[in-house]
């Protein structure tokens, strides 16, 4: 079983900056893609930033330059770097892993992220 429990949320103003970190307990396959995914109230969720075990990368349009997503292995904690924060970036961050990027099954509780203007 795999436990992901994110930190690092809070309220920042427009342009500032966070980093959210994820904590995996349990057994992370070197295999496993992982990845960081956010929903807005009202909105349906959506993949943020995403990291293969091949260290492939993905981004969603909107945070491409802004974000960046990064893996420390000895820590077992995945990251998302987040700057030039913008209103439309308030939401829940969540952080998820699995085989496949495009199925993860292990899902974190979230923490909230909110740029004011």
């Known amino acids: 079983q795999v436990q992901l429990v994110e930190s690092g949320g809070g309220s920042v103003q427009a342009g500032g900056s966070l980093r959210l970190s994820c904590a995996a307990f349990?057994?992370?396959?070197?295999?496993?893609?992982m990845g960081w995914f956010r929903q807005a109230p009202g909105k349906e969720r959506e993949a943020v930033a995403t990291?293969?075990?091949?260290?492939?990368?993905t981004y969603a349009d909107s945070v491409k330059g802004r974000f960046t997503i990064s893996k420390d292995n000895a820590k077992n904690t995945l990251y998302l770097q987040m700057t030039s924060l913008k209103p439309e970036d308030t939401a829940m961050y969540y952080c998820?892993?699995?085989?496949?990027?495009?199925?993860?099954?292990?899902w974190g509780q979230g923490t909230q992220v909110t740029v004011s203007s």
């Open positions: 998820a892993a699995g085989f496949f990027c495009s199925g993860l099954n292990y």
């Open positions: 990291l293969d075990s091949d260290g492939s990368t």
């Open positions: 349990g057994y992370i396959y070197s295999s496993y893609c």
